[in-house]
């Protein structure tokens, strides 16, 4: 099994910067891929961005050019780096990773909230 835990949520104003982070742990070792999707109210849960074992990414149209997802040396830990947020994009953030028998595993969301 692969834990999951995100941080770095928050408010911030249109215009700012917030990167998020998600630690795992456990059976890291199955781990294909990593994934951030988000949730806005009343909305479905959406894929902002992928990066695969290798370091191949993709990322939802919404956000290319301004968000960036990174993965540590370990791969233990990926990162989203969101620059010129605008209110849109407030949503509670998943991380997913993406198992080598294809199951999945996610984390308890982080809320980000952008707004004057």
């Known amino acids: 099994q692969v834990q999951l835990v995100e941080s770095g949520g928050g408010l911030v104003q249109p215009g700012g910067s917030l990167r998020l982070s998600c630690a795992a742990s456990?059976?890291?070792?199955?781990?294909?891929?990593m994934a951030w999707y988000r949730q806005a109210p009343g909305k479905q849960r959406e894929l902002v961005a992928h990066?695969?074992?290798?370091?191949?990414?993709n990322y939802a149209d919404s956000v290319k050019g301004r968000f960036t997802i990174s993965r540590d040396s370990t791969k233990s830990t990926v990162y989203l780096q969101m620059n010129s947020l605008n209110p849109e994009d407030t949503a509670v953030y998943f991380c997913?990773?993406?198992?080598?028998?294809?199951?999945?595993?996610w984390g308890q969301g982080t809320q980000v909230t952008v707004s004057s």
């Open positions: 997913n990773a993406i198992n080598s028998d294809y199951t999945r595993n």
């Open positions: 456990g059976s890291i070792f199955n781990i294909n891929a």
């Open positions: 990066i695969t074992s290798g370091g191949t990414t």
